[in-house]
């Protein structure tokens, strides 16, 4: 079936420092999502995008759906300490109907 | 508010026992869905749905079941058949038009463990 490869799996930064993720798939998506999801919590909506080469902005971060519609990264602009959780992406692919998610990225921020 | 509300937020099972884990949205959402998430893996359907009284198997529904006998309701019952039950369990919902494209939205989980 589809699958989502997602990097980094975690990652530590200093407070301020820009952040980057990324997900790719081993075909072709038409919508990719990013979530964050806080321990003990559901996973919240950050950005949806529908279109190939679609560059996307919520605040300090920003995300975008890959020219070939196999990838998607997300940027966040100077972390903060409440940036600290799981940054899950996900995808809705041609052949199935299914929400397909990646493994996540642990963020972690040292204030 | 509109949202997604799960209950109870933590649920122990007994060996040999079903339970029965609630989710309820006043969002008018057609699609309601199942996800069981263990640590460090990415979410994993157990089953959804598209409209009321009916439901599909997603990719991990052996030993789960569910209903939906109302656009509102949509809960998920862990029977003893599971053997390894111990997990975070997601509900979430998606608007109309279909399941595909479509974002999903999140309750905020039932952590279930065994006794």
């Known amino acids: 079936g589809q699958q989502l490869n997602q990097s980094p799996q975690s990652m530590f930064i200093q407070e301020g420092e820009d952040v980057s993720m990324n997900c790719t798939s081993s075909?072709?998506?038409?919508?990719w999502l990013w979530y964050k999801q806080d321990p003990g919590e559901g996973p919240v909506l950050l950005i949806a995008?529908?279109?190939?080469?679609e560059l996307t902005s919520n605040g300090r971060l920003t995300a975008q759906f890959g020219i070939t519609r196999k990838d998607s990264f997300l940027n966040i602009s100077a972390s903060i300490p409440s940036d600290v959780g799981i940054y899950f992406c996900?995808?809705?692919?041609?052949?199935?109907?299914?929400?397909?998610f990646g493994k996540g990225t642990k963020l972690s921020v040292k204030p | 508010d509109g949202g997604i509300t799960q209950s109870p937020k933590y649920l122990f099972r007994k060996e040999g026992q079903n339970v029965t884990l609630s989710c309820e949205q006043n969002?008018?959402?057609?699609?309601m869905y199942w996800y069981r998430q263990d640590p460090g893996q990415g979410l994993r359907l157990i089953y959804y749905?598209?409209?009321?009284?009916?439901?599909q198997k997603g990719d991990i529904a052996e030993g789960y079941s569910v209903s939906r006998e109302k656009k509102e309701s949509f809960p998920l019952t862990v029977t003893s058949a599971q053997k390894n039950p111990t997990a975070f369990y997601l509900c979430?919902?998606?608007?109309?038009?279909?399941?595909?494209?479509?974002?999903?939205?999140f309750g905020d989980g039932t952590r279930l463990s065994i006794l």
């Open positions: 979430a919902s998606s608007p109309p038009g279909g399941i595909s494209n479509q974002p999903q939205h």
């Open positions: 075909s072709i998506f038409n919508t």
């Open positions: 995008l529908y279109k190939a080469g």
């Open positions: 996900a995808g809705y692919g041609g052949s199935q109907g299914n929400l397909i």
């Open positions: 969002l008018n959402h057609d699609a």
């Open positions: 749905s598209q409209i009321v009284n009916d439901f």
